[in-house]
């Protein structure tokens, strides 16, 4: 409205050919302030342009985080489900009564080893949340059975424990233990797609698809290598 009102103004001054000084003052005000105007709108379409960028790419951030939870939560679900499956098959193998025979009174009931059932505590502790307290029994688990059975357990609930507690740097190298000392355990695969994701926390992210992408080519159809994939294409790669 004000450039339309400015304009008819401008044209009359220059009709008259600016014969003064003080219609030369006004001329110059008058471009001034159109000057400024430009300036304004110019600048108001420039923000307005920053904040639909700003808003396309936290919309797309939202969308990553959004897989990215969800790969964590079916690998959590799949972790609970192990766990719960390998307690199972443990009752399971445990001697049952049966029939009218009664078993001998000076024979004690079957029981887990003292390695089992102090693992199973500190598990119980994760399992609650409750990492701190998880870490420091899981700690103390290995220093004392250095030679159990059980070490590829604790050493990935270790990692696990210091993974949610976004200690990755502290994580990283425990789920390499895994990795490394114990190959043939069930804990393998979990532990590299762990690590795998520990340095993708770090932004290291060069090294986060090679490992993925170790995962893709050398394990396909587990359900590693399908959480890997999806963490590759949140890459976009």
Known sequence: MRHTMMLPALAALLVVGCGSEDQLRRVEQEVGDLKLEVFKLRQAVEDGNKKAQTDQQAATEARTQDRRFQADLQESLRQVQ???RALSNRLGNLPRTG????APADVPAPAAAEDERVLNAAVVDYNRGNYPLATDGLELW??????????PEALFFLGLCHYNQQA???AQ?????VIKEHAASSQFLPAKLKRAQCLLKQGLKPAAAKAFQELVNG????AEARTAQQ???DLGL
């Open 82 to 84: 192990d766990t719960t």
């Open 99 to 102: 029939g009218t025979k009664a």
């Open 142 to 151: 290995l220093k004392t059975y250095p030679q159990s059975t059980k070490r």
């Open 168 to 170: 990755f740097d502290k």
């Open 173 to 177: 190298p425990v789920f390499e233990r």
């Open 219 to 222: 394990f396909v159809g587990s």
């Open 231 to 233: 963490e590759l294409s």
